[in-house]
């Protein structure tokens, strides 16, 4: 009965989609198996020294920069969703998509300009000296440590709170909002006893994502001199030349990763509040007068100018001065290098996004609960941890393949995958992939299954009925995770800086080598064409939202 059963099953899901789908789930798989199995091996004298005497600076390095980042963006974060949900007062439209604007910066980027902006040759200090004639003491300027690092990553993070705390608070809160105003209790009351109680799960998704983010920054934390697990990951490999030790290292930061996964889970368990109605509605906003308006438009105008105004005023200063220098053959050549890669690692990014988000539409099981998971789980990988991983897989892959080198006449030991643009648009699919999965969920979920139950009773088969019946529907959902999709691999740095080729530079990486050599002026071109692809992805969203909600 039980072997039957079984046969039944796998004759149900043996068809294209479902293998294309396994498929990808394995090979998001894989790194991580590759990594974990790094911890059973002996390790070596290198391990033993980082184990001693560095392990535990990088990890409180780590943990004080999500810790800090954490809280800062959740008081940044959850204030201005609050004050957009509830609250109309001047200009509040533009600030409503201007909130979103710092994802468009790159913190790395940032980072780099804020610290040449306060320098004692930066435009502040001068402007100070010559202009007001003040001279302050430099240790008010420098922002090159943990706090300012904290800082950097806040302003520049902070929306990731922002986006879900608001759309949590516009569609499911009204109801006790309105019945907190309604038994008379003032906004101060409203907000530390309803709003951030309900918000908790939305704030603690959004903080979620920050910690992921500021354990994958390579670019922040090098510049500083911070010692955390991704740039310890960088120095064994690059600097000590031991791969093991920092496989060991990236096993300990996923296994840190995992932790914060599963605290987050319970801590979004132990409490939930539900609406007393399934009807929900917008929540009505309050119109502010005088100085309350005034004040609510001086702090957005000050968060937005200094996450997003100032770093972006700042860059196009420095781009007339060194336009002539930087606007060569190569600069276009470093262009056509990240437009080729993001679009080859869309198309495959998005054709497995499609076809695993349509298997867990039709098949609603435990099986399709897993693929869901393992295809998600590479966003939450560092890219300095899953570049080990990948990098590990492609080497035990060209070892496979030594004889059939050898008869091409390449060699024994020929590295030809592992020095390829396959293994990074691999790795790009893998640690992307979530971003255009769930874009295509949430048009699955909002279309239903109607109309593909429709088409299935005519007689169309899955194939047919996806290409003649969902994707046109889908199409706007699939247009939005190419775009999310475009926007982070155009500015990503650490899986970036690890396994491209030789010779084969994206603007990421040419900014930051700029960067690196003190040469921020020159950095500006590269550094605004990624914020330029950042700010027109946020638009489409945003268009596509408004498009959509209408």
């Not at 920069?65 to 957009?84: D, Q, S």
């Not at 499911?172 to 909002?177: E, M, T």
């Not at 770093?311 to 290098?337: C, D, H, I, R």
């Amino acid at each position: 009965m039980i072997v039957s059963t079984w046969l039944r099953n796998l004759k149900k899901y043996n068809n294209g989609w479902n293998l294309l789908s396994v498929i990808g789930a394995f090979a998001a798989l894989l790194p991580s198996l590759y990594i974990v199995t790094g911890l059973f091996h002996s390790p070596n004298e290198n391990w033993q020294h980082i184990k001693d005497y560095l392990l535990l600076d990088y990890a409180m390095q780590s943990l004080w920069l999500v810790l800090g980042t954490g809280i800062c963006t959740v008081l940044i974060g959850v204030t201005l969703a609050w004050l957009i949900a509830a609250y109309d007062f001047p200009l509040r439209r533009f600030f409503t998509w201007a909130f979103v604007l710092p994802l468009a910066v790159p913190p790395y980027i940032a980072a780099y300009t804020y610290a040449n902006m306060l320098g004692y040759t930066g435009s502040v200090q001068i402007f100070m000296r010559n202009v007001l004639g003040w001279n302050l003491n430099q240790a008010y300027f420098d922002i090159m440590s943990m706090k300012g690092a904290i800082v950097i990553f806040s302003l520049f993070l902070f929306p990731y709170v922002y986006l879900i705390t608001k759309t949590f608070l516009e569609r499911q809160s009204a109801s006790f909002i309105e019945n907190a105003r309604l038994l008379g209790k003032n906004p101060l009351y409203i907000f530390f006893r309803v709003v951030l109680p309900l918000s908790q799960a939305a704030i603690i998704g959004g903080v979620s994502l920050i910690a992921f983010e500021v354990l994958n920054d390579f670019g922040v934390t090098k510049y500083f001199g911070i010692q955390s697990f991704t740039t310890a990951i960088f120095q064994t490999w690059f600097g000590m030349y031991d791969v093991e030790s920092a496989i060991r290292l990236a096993a300990l930061l996923m296994s840190f990763i995992i932790g914060l996964f599963i605290i987050e889970r319970v801590l979004r368990k132990r409490r939930r509040y539900h609406a007393s109605t399934s009807r929900t509605r917008p929540l009505s906003r309050r119109r502010l007068h005088g100085m309350p308006a005034l004040i609510a438009v001086i702090l957005s105008g000050f968060i937005v100018s200094f996450s997003f105004l100032v770093p972006v005023l700042q860059l196009s200063v420095w781009a007339t001065w060194t336009y002539k220098e930087v606007m060569s053959s190569q600069f276009w050549g470093l262009l056509f290098n990240t437009l080729f890669i993001s679009l080859v690692s869309i198309v495959v990014l998005m054709l497995f996004a499609v076809i695993v988000a349509n298997v867990c539409r039709y098949q609603r099981s435990a099986f399709t609960l897993i693929l869901s998971k393992l295809i998600s789980s590479g966003y939450a990988i560092p890219g300095a941890v899953l570049s080990i991983g990948v990098l590990a897989v492609f080497i035990s892959l060209d070892n496979q393949l030594g004889g059939l080198y050898e008869k091409f006449g390449w060699g024994v030991n020929k590295l030809v995958l592992s020095m390829s643009l396959l293994m990074l648009i691999f790795a790009y699919v893998i640690r992307f992939l979530a971003v255009g999965f769930n874009s295509v969920e949430a048009g699955f979920e909002k279309i239903g299954n109607r109309y593909t139950e429709a088409s299935r009773l005519l007689g169309l088969g899955l194939t047919k009925t996806f290409f003649k019946v969902d994707l046109p529907l889908i199409k706007g959902a699939v247009f939005t995770g190419c775009i999310l999709a475009f926007m982070e691999i155009v500015k990503e740095l650490p899986l970036t800086l690890l396994l491209r080729p030789f010779n084969f530079d994206t603007l990421a990486t040419k900014a930051y080598q700029y960067a690196s050599d003190e040469q921020i002026h020159q950095a500006s071109i590269p550094s605004l064409f990624i914020i330029a692809v950042g700010m027109i992805s946020v638009y489409f969203y945003y268009w596509l939202g408004e498009r959509n909600s209408e």
